[in-house]
């Protein structure tokens, strides 16, 4: 069954730092990936997504992710931390079913 | 474009109580989905709709959740009886045509209480 795992369930980076948010995927089949941002008292909002072609995506905001089939993994970058990242980012795949599924979370917490 | 708009934004409850959510979604959009999400956990689907049609609700707790979409626009979901581990945050989305390269777009939630 395909399935995320988020290392790390709270990330602490200072302003301008480099933001590196780890996701490693299992899927018996080709994956489309996700990540997702959701800021406090709000839903979810799409940061970017990997379904086939190019394997750098980029996003919004800054952020871009590396689909790297060799390790199953599909980290969320960013070169400079801004305090307005200061959210909870979910990865996520799509099953065999057509189904979102989403790992538990990391939150980013950016300091002055 | 408006968004996916969900109401109440907050609701508490005595278990053993019923209560239901209401989302509306992007105009247009034929695939509306509800999520669970209980603190400290990704959403987990509850359950998938196209158009006014049922595609996926193998995670919805049939015997206390039922949810319709009338009219393949909006939906409601309800909770007959409430239990405690029903506590979570309510997610409605939307994608236009349910595809799985389709983007979702997620409403501000329901946050549910249960004491």
């Known amino acids: 069954a395909q399935s995320v795992t988020q290392l790390g369930s709270h990330v602490s980076v200072s302003e301008g730092a480099l933001v590196l948010l780890r996701c490693n995927y299992s899927s018996s089949v080709p994956p489309y990936l996700f990540w997702y941002v959701q800021y406090p008292n709000q839903g979810l909002q799409l940061l970017l997504k990997?379904?086939?072609?190019?394997?750098l995506v980029k996003g919004i905001n800054g952020f871009e992710a590396e689909f790297k089939k060799s390790e199953t993994s599909f980290h969320l970058t960013k070169p400079s931390a801004h305090m307005s990242d200061a959210a909870e980012y979910f990865c996520?795949?799509?099953?065999?079913?057509?189904?979102?599924?989403f790992g538990t979370g990391t939150r980013l917490l950016v300091s002055p | 474009e408006a968004g996916v708009a969900q109401s109440p934004r907050y609701k508490i409850i005595e278990k053993r109580q019923s209560v239901a959510f209401w989302c509306n979604p992007i105009s247009g959009h034929a695939t509306l989905y509800w999520y669970q999400q209980i603190l400290g956990q990704g959403p987990k689907l509850l359950i998938q709709f196209q158009n006014n049609g049922v595609v996926d609700d193998s995670q919805l707790p049939k015997d206390r959740f039922s949810a319709e979409r009338l009219k393949g626009v909006d939906s409601t979901l309800k909770i007959q009886p409430a239990k405690l581990e029903d506590s979570a945050v309510y997610l409605c989305a939307s994608s236009l045509t349910g595809i799985s390269t389709d983007t979702q777009y997620f409403g501000p939630g329901t946050r549910l209480t249960v004491l």
């Open positions: 990997y379904t086939t072609g190019a394997t």
């Open positions: 996520a795949v799509i099953t065999g079913f057509q189904k979102l599924v």
